[in-house]
């Protein structure tokens, strides 16, 4: 059954006016658009429950919803256990916990009215999912810890054994859920009740399409003009590559491009991709992400969306990304992909930067391999400064050089070495310097580069590249060397520190 949502404005709106004035935003956040969850969590907070412990929020929540839902120990133990690995099937819930008394305690379970189906199990509907699961891992830590790793471990066991695509889909896309890691939770599983429709584009869709990639480029700060001419060259070139995201009255409120690679959608994702095009088109195959996007207020159309492509790629065991958006990067990293490189747009173009990301199976357990290293590491805690991380704020410091107070901002700054903008702009110039003095030609070559293009800014990338007398891939290979090379140097000073 479709659930009517209210919007984020209203939910707030209803906890302001039951007088919460501190947790709005995880009202907001774990209600799911409905009044009667958004009630018991303001009453929670105004307890008063702390909102900086949203699962004893959670509890005392949970204690008004569930007040007339008729559960006993036993089975309250299989739907917090269910919660915590998401979905599940007799066997594993029984591993879990200990079942309620009865002959059918399965079936019990699946007449309670928060429980839907799947495939891999009967699941329990959002924002009640969420909920349970926080309160679970507040009460019994160690308890919530294990049955995710037990599930994960049994997921992939199962996998392995199961031919049938769907089925394998779906255990994929379990898996993933079973990550527990706070960034592909939020990105793909939010608490949301609806599960929207997701299909191949239709040619009655291109209005809708057009309009999604024109809200995508206004709320990025992209070009619109440089959007239109991709989105024109992928419809006419690969129409094909589009998937749709609908409400219920079947109105696109979402899109991908997703193309399969070949040598016709290689032609046209090359503004995207630029340098990096004929290293993807190696050997190719597989699926490439060049865009998705959604309208305000949908979090399930969106995750709906992600997880669609995500899968549709893992099925065809190759999946490029293309994507200037932080949270779509962090969202990669977190599952493992690999850092191809940057796609160096010129600022006249409209274009952003954009990193290219690529997850590959080139076995047949490949897949299975890949999700037992994401599915049992658990959430990601902090990370250090890795090379990734600072090729990007090396780049960026360097396009702020000649503007200290923008160049204050920069997080090169933490780095013991260089603690203020005047003494991190002296160490970026001398080791342009260094490079530019080194003994090997392509790294000299990328020192000369670096300091035309952002010490005395001289031209744009292609009247750098022609003065230099390179060809577009060869100034956009050095350039991207000389950025690592500063990198590195970086890293260096840091760990020393």
């Known amino acids: 059954m479709i659930v009517p949502r209210w919007t984020d404005g209203e939910i707030c709106d209803l906890a302001v006016a039951l007088g919460v004035t501190a947790g709005l935003d995880l009202v907001v956040a774990l209600a799911g658009g409905l009044p009667l969850v958004a009630g018991a969590l303001s009453r929670a907070l105004l307890a008063p429950t702390p909102p900086g412990v949203p699962g004893a929020v959670a509890d005392r929540a949970l204690r008004e919803i569930l007040a007339d839902v008729p559960l006993n120990r036993h089975l309250s133990d299989v739907l917090e256990a269910l919660a915590a690995v998401g ?48 309160r679970y891992r507040w009460r019994r830590p160690i308890a919530h810890r294990a049955a995710i790793t037990q599930a994960a ?19 994929a896309e379990h898996s993933l859920y079973l990550t527990d890691d706070p960034a592909v939770r939020r990105t793909l599983f939010p608490p949301a009740p609806n599960v929207p429709t997701v299909r191949q584009a239709r040619p009655d869709d291109h209005d809708w399409i057009a309009a999604l990639a024109n809200q995508w480029a206004r709320r990025g700060g992209h070009s619109i003009a440089r959007t239109d001419r991709l989105l024109d060259g992928w419809l006419r070139h690969t129409p094909d590559g589009f998937l749709v995201v609908c409400d219920p009255d079947d109105r696109p409120v979402g899109m991908s491009y997703t193309p399969l690679l070949t040598d016709r959608s290689v032609a046209v994702i090359e503004p995207m991709t630029r340098q990096h095009t004929d290293r993807l088109a190696v050997g190719s195959g597989g699926a490439f992400i060049g865009m998705a996007t959604c309208e305000d207020g949908h979090p399930d159309a969106h995750a709906a969306l992600l997880r669609r492509i995500l899968i549709d790629g893992i099925g065809q065991r190759r999946l490029v ?124 070559q990328a020192g000369r580069i670096l300091d035309a293009y952002y010490v005395r800014r001289r031209s744009d990338h292609m009247g750098v590249a022609h003065r230099l007398h390179l060809s577009r891939a060869t100034y956009f290979r050095r350039l991207d060397h000389g950025l690592t090379r500063l990198a590195e140097q970086a890293l260096a000073r840091y760990r020393e520190s």
Request: hydrophobic share 40%; net charge negative.
């Open 87 to 134: 979905r599940g099937d007799e066997e594993l819930l029984a591993s879990l916990v200990e079942p309620p008394d009865g002959p059918d305690w399965f079936a019990a379970l699946t007449d309670v009215a928060l429980i839907t189906s799947t495939e891999c199990g009967p699941s329990i509907v959002e924002p009640f999912r969420t909920l349970l699961d926080l």
């Open 153 to 171: 471990s049994r997921n992939l066991r199962l996998l392995d054994a199961t031919a049938d695509d769907t089925r394998r889909r779906a255990l």
């Open 321 to 444: 990304v293309a994507t200037p958006s932080p949270d779509y990067q962090q969202l990669v990293r977190r599952l493992g992909f690999g850092f191809v490189g940057t796609a160096h747009h010129e600022p006249s173009d409209g274009g952003q930067h954009a990193e290219i990301h690529e997850l590959a199976f080139t076995t047949p357990d490949g897949m299975a391999a890949w999700l037992g290293r994401i599915a049992t590491t658990g959430p990601a805690g902090a990370v250090p400064p890795d090379l990734r991380w600072c090729v990007a704020e090396v780049r960026k410091a360097l396009e702020r050089l000649h503007d200290p107070t923008r160049l204050a901002q920069s997080s090169l700054l933490t780095l013991a070495a260089t603690p203020t903008a005047q003494e991190l702009r002296g160490a970026l110039v001398d080791a342009i310097g260094n490079l530019i003095a080194s003994d090997d030609p392509p790294t000299a």
